[in-house]
């Protein structure tokens, strides 16, 4: 007599699973891309700050080559960066796409929750009226054997 419950909107919820869980997946992409990009300008500020200055005994064709070396650093670190601005914005951007689809998700998780919810509390309650129908046949039974 007990029917197994069904969700009639499970597709929709495995759906809007799928979208969060690929929306997880560009946000960490995004994530990895942003700390790249830091890591790399890190290393660029450290390597001009290694070569930057005057060192005794260096000739001038030397300085010279490092100053161009130097431009080289400095335009790279301007251009990380840029990057890296941008690194952020597409973040964030992925950020509010997760949270969204996290939302639509959780609206049919909970929607699903509160009618199988429902559907114990349906079937508790049939239970109930059997086990009364049981009983009272029970003692209808005893009361006419009894006489």
Not at 12 to 39: C, G, H, V, W
Not at 69 to 88: F, M, Q, T
Not at 95 to 116: C, G, S
Request: hydrophobic letters at 30%.
């Amino acid at each position: 007599m007990t029917q197994k419950y069904k969700f009639r909107l499970q597709k929709l919820l495995e759906l809007r699973e799928e979208k969060e869980e690929e929306s997880k997946r560009l946000f960490s992409e995004s994530q990895s891309n942003k700390i790249k990009t830091q890591n790399d300008l890190e290393e660029l500020k450290d390597k001009y700050e290694s070569y930057r200055g005057i060192k005794p005994g260096e000739d001038i064709i030397y300085q010279k080559v490092k100053r161009n070396y130097l431009y080289a650093i400095d335009a790279g670190i301007k251009d990380k960066e840029k990057e890296l601005v941008l690194r952020g914005r597409e973040l964030e951007k992925r950020r509010m796409d997760l949270k969204e689809k996290q939302i639509d998700r959780k609206t049919v998780a909970t929607l699903k929750d509160k009618q199988y919810n429902s559907y114990v509390k349906e079937q508790d309650r049939l239970e109930v009226i059997d086990i009364d129908e049981i009983a009272l046949y029970a003692y209808m039974k005893n009361m006419k054997g009894g006489e």
